[in-house]
Structure formats: structure tokens, C-alpha cells
């Protein structure tokens, strides 16, 4: 089965940093992967579909890019409001899994 | 309007089992794979298993061989029966629609359903 692995598993940035979160495949999945955001208490929010797709209404700060094995969410100018949780996951084929989470909080 | 709702979830015992319903409204639960995702308190998403279009099913390892998803077309509704339930399977079970190449337009989650296993 594919691995996916994120990283780092935290990260402490000011607002207005530039932040920029990794997730790696153990093998090709072309561009089938999607982030989510999780704040606490809350169902997972589509962020990114097919790598680099931002799904609507999401704001432009975020970004994705990436395909094959090597994929990263960039949040371009870090806001309070983007204090959460946030997952990669593939979904080319089963078993469609998540990133282990990157856990992102204001400095 | 596009959605899922999850019910069933409940205190149960080990060993014990139990059955979960994701009911969807405004599209065809048939015409779509559907996921079934469970997040244990203070962890991360797991996802739990698969059934596609065509009626195939794909389980996590965690949970092979105790868990099996189904359908009921005529009502629209997805189900999860969960047996020889584990301490480890305490979590909340969100069912969702698969992205796909539908995309972002195929996004749908359910607010999830806690079960917790314990004596």
C-alpha cells in the first residue's frame, strides 16, 4: 500500500509568515491528492483537489502544487484564522489515505 | 441540498457490534464511491473503507475481516456494520463522497457519528 507522510507534524509561524507543508507518496499518484484544513470540533474542509485545484470559496492564499510523489500546501500570508489541523490525502485508488497532520498555530 | 448524515453510533462494549447509516440527500449514494473516515479523540483522520459505484468494497487493514460496508439503493442509504469492536475503535465516523474526477463538485462529509467502545 502507498504511504503518505506530511510534514513537519507542527509548526509555530507568525501572521504573515509564508508556510509551507509537505506530503510525500511512496509511490506515483499523479495529482489525485487533496488537502484538507481541520479546526477543532469541525468536519475536515476540502481546501485542494488534484494537487493544485483550489476548491471554491477557499481563499487565494492557499495554494497547492506537486504530482507524482512530492506535493506541497503553501499558505501564502499566515491569518488567525488558519489555526487548525491540515491533512493530505490520495485518492487515486484504495486504500485512500491521509497524511499523519500538520498541526499549524500562530507564534 | 447536497448531504450525508450519519446516525447509529453509540456506547457499546467490547466485542460488541454495531451498525452506522449515512443517509444522502440531493445526489444518488449508487452513482458515486463513498468513504467511510473515522478520527479517534485527539488523533488524526484514518480512513476506514471504500464501496465504488460498481459495488466494490476495500477495508483498512485495522479493520478487514470485522467491518463491511453495503448499500441500500431503494432508500439511498450506506451502511457500516462493525463487529468484534475494539477499545481502538472508539472514534467519531464521518462518511464522505469520494472527490474522484468530479473534484471539489463531489465534496460532501457528514457531521460523523461517535461510537465509543468500552465496558
Known amino acids: 500500500d502507498i504511504q503518505m507522510t506530511q510534514s513537519p507534524s507542527s509548526l509555530s509561524a507568525s501572521v504573515g509568515d509564508r508556510v509551507t507543508i509537505t506530503c510525500r507518496a511512496s509511490?506515483?499518484?499523479?495529482?489525485?491528492l487533496a488537502w484538507y484544513q481541520q479546526r477543532p470540533g469541525k468536519v475536515p474542509k476540502l481546501l485542494i483537489y488534484?494537487?493544485?485545484t483550489l476548491q471554491s470559496g477557499v481563499p487565494s492564499r492557499f495554494s497547492g502544487s506537486g504530482s507524482g510523489t512530492d506535493f506541497s500546501l503553501t499558505i501564502s500570508s499566515l491569518q488567525p484564522e488558519d489555526v487548525a489541523t491540515y491533512y493530505c490525502?490520495?485518492?487515486?485508488?484504495?486504500?485512500?489515505?491521509f497524511g499523519g497532520g500538520t498541526k499549524v498555530e500562530i507564534k | 441540498e447536497v448531504q450525508l448524515v450519519e446516525t447509529g453510533g453509540g456506547l457499546i462494549q467490547p466485542g460488541g457490534s454495531l451498525r452506522l447509516s449515512c443517509a444522502a440527500s440531493?445526489?444518488?449514494?449508487?452513482?458515486?464511491?463513498i468513504n467511510w473516515v473515522r478520527q479517534a479523540p485527539g488523533k488524526g483522520l484514518e480512513w476506514v473503507s471504500v464501496?465504488?459505484?460498481?459495488?466494490?468494497?476495500f477495508y483498512a487493514d485495522s479493520v478487514k475481516g470485522r467491518f463491511t460496508v453495503s448499500r441500500d439503493s431503494s432508500k439511498n442509504t450506506l451502511y457500516l456494520q462493525m463487529n468484534s469492536l475494539r477499545a481502538e475503535d472508539t472514534a467519531m465516523y464521518y462518511c464522505?463522497?469520494?472527490?474522484?474526477?468530479?473534484?471539489?463538485?463531489?465534496?460532501?462529509w457528514g457531521q460523523g457519528t461517535m461510537v465509543t467502545v468500552s465496558s
Open positions: 464501496i465504488y459505484s460498481g459495488g466494490s468494497t
Open positions: 440531493g445526489f444518488t449514494l449508487s452513482g458515486n464511491y
Open positions: 509511490q506515483g499518484i499523479s495529482n489525485y
Open positions: 464522505a463522497r469520494g472527490l474522484g474526477d468530479c473534484g471539489g463538485d463531489c465534496y460532501v
Open positions: 490525502q490520495k485518492y487515486n485508488s484504495a486504500p485512500l489515505t
Open positions: 488534484a494537487a493544485s
